[in-house]
């Protein structure tokens, strides 16, 4: 009976680890695949801690396979990382992370969407390493998963921190090196969430899409339409425009100055008619700008393509390049004195190639090597390139009471001279600030006698002030309400209290050549800066012209990809029908499009047959100058003006970086265009809102798994 009953039970028991055994061997799985699905999540998480501290703008856009051993393997797509992790059992389990959005090409992310590994999950990173705001963090419940306008944002990301979402998954996969993705919908999830920052980061600056360690002065043609327009393609941070001194814009539309961010200016106030929604606040003379030095920028390297440095000229004779050893200044002095010199044929180096008439190629980075006589380097038309209209002849022996001629200043200027019946033959006139009494500009006058063709005139600005807008003063003043004629000047008799006066008797001066031009003896040549172009091919990388000392090239300057970096001045006329865009950060560039230690000038003025007008320019990137940057792209002369659009920002630093803005005396902003469109777009930014230390840290601030949408 006992041998019978034990045998009973332990038939029972025996049944029972039958029984049970599927289930404790599945639970046991299952543990198992969770463990491993946990630290395939984590070890993306390394992962992506390990690409960030190599390369603080990384966003899974290495777009290649980045790491490929037998027991790790990481995939990158446009902003998505599929990664494969050996399990102890010898299987793979895997971790995905995606900063794509998923929601076309460019949009909210500033990135296409991915071709090879879409990441089908709601959590979505952010690299705010650089940001100069906190950055929201979205939830991608839109249709196929992409994150539109209405997602939500649960919480931000705070400055100098990265939030990095990873999805685990282990178990039956299907998953190879081949197939990174493996089955879709397989597999124990486990996801990780973490908030990783930069201790201790310094001095943040703030965020502009333009800095100017002086004026900022803009012109604009009276009249419907002309206005400056301040957005920022992040809404995350503010469209902004800084000044150590002033913001100045005159002209334009009932509201000349179109923008809801923020202005700071020296003494808290723009000189604009400007819309409800903008904020003013002070800028202190402490506050840094964007720091961008010389060594961090992208150059050609000297060791690689060059080209000689040297005046080259487009002959219409012959439709080639003719090289001169020479600098600027010099070759304008030896072709008016040999005008037939055809100098030697130019040699190009196989990075710059020239295509159609007068068009040329860079389809690689090239350095201007320094002759014996010159680190220049200049390409333009034979007669030159006219930077305004050339003035009206002017009447000779004219009596005491006729119209005064102005004349044509060094630099190329217009200069308006008044006239009355009782006009002194010399005298100076002064025109101040009706607030504070402060000189705004000058003009002085001499040998008016009535009888002399070509009398002499000054202009003597006080700051950032342009001869277009003296001029323009004269023909309106309505349009500059805060500045009137001191009653102390000389030689000058006002009628009243209001200046009223006709252009064409105003601003009669003595015939010549348009300024900028060359036009040497007997040369009938018609080729223009309209018929010019040199393009940057670069699609795929940067491509980057430097030069020891000054940059002048004349033609449209258009592509993507292109750099310019000059030791000296770069000087860009007839530059426009197109854009000239960078490549954003990150994205195998460096986002500049123009780095000057000298000066930056644009001027867009093409005078085809005689005919004289500006072009629209257009740049995304980074304009970054030491000294001042102007673009003329009017006149009040010429009907047909062009607009300024930069996508990016522009920083008239006025010094070299390492010091504080303005050293140098200089970084005053001067435009003049029918209109003016900054957009703030910090992809182009890298590491000017703040230079990360040397190899340095991601602390943990928070860390969360098994996440819910």
Known sequence: MISIVL??????????????????????????????????????????????????????????????????????????????????????????????????????????????????????????????????VPRADGAGWSVTSTSRRPYTCPLWSACLAVEGRAGQLDATPANPLGSPGRGTVRTVETLCQVPDMGELVDDAGTMAAREMQVSLPPGKDHAVTVTSKDKGRLASVRSKASINVSGGDTVNYVSSGEVATSDRTLNARYTSGLSLRQEKPIDPFYQLAWDQVKTANPAGKTLDAGVYVWWEQDKALHYYDMNYADYVQHIRNNPTDPGVPAVLPSSIKPTSNYDLQIVESTYVKATATTDDLSIITRTGAPLDVPPPPAAGGRAATDSIAGDVMASGDLVPVLTSTNQANNGQLDVIDSATGQPVFSLAWDNLDGQLADPQARFSPVGNVSEYDATRFFLDPSLYPKWQIASTSTGYVQASSTVTMNAASTMRVKSGAAPGTINPPGISDQVDASDLKIEFKGDQSLVVLSSPGDLRLTGAVTGKGGSMTAAGDIRLVGVGSGQLASLPTGDQGDGVNLYASGNVFLNSMTAKNGTYGFRDVHFKGVIYTWGNFSAHLASPAVRDAGSLKLEGTLIAYGGDPKQAPGSNGRGAVSVQAREVDLKFDPSYLGGLSQVLPANFQLKPISWNTDLKP
């Open 7 to 136: 045998s009973v039970v332990m038939a029972m028991f025996v049944g029972a680890a039958l029984s049970l055994g599927p289930a404790h061997l599945g639970a046991g799985a299952l543990t198992i695949n969770q463990l491993d699905a946990q630290r395939a999540a984590e070890s993306g998480v390394e992962y992506g801690l390990s690409q960030l501290r190599k390369n603080p703008d990384w966003r899974g856009n290495e777009n290649r396979i980045t790491v490929n051993s037998p027991d790790l393997f990481v995939q990158e797509d446009n902003g998505n990382v599929v990664g494969l992790v050996r399990t102890p059992s010898g299987e793979w389990s895997q971790f995905k992370i995606r900063f794509n959005y998923q929601d076309g090409s460019g949009n909210g992310d500033g990135l296409d969407d991915p071709t090879l590994l879409r990441v089908d999950n709601p959590f979505v990173s952010v690299n705010n390493l650089r940001g100069g705001v906190p950055a929201e």
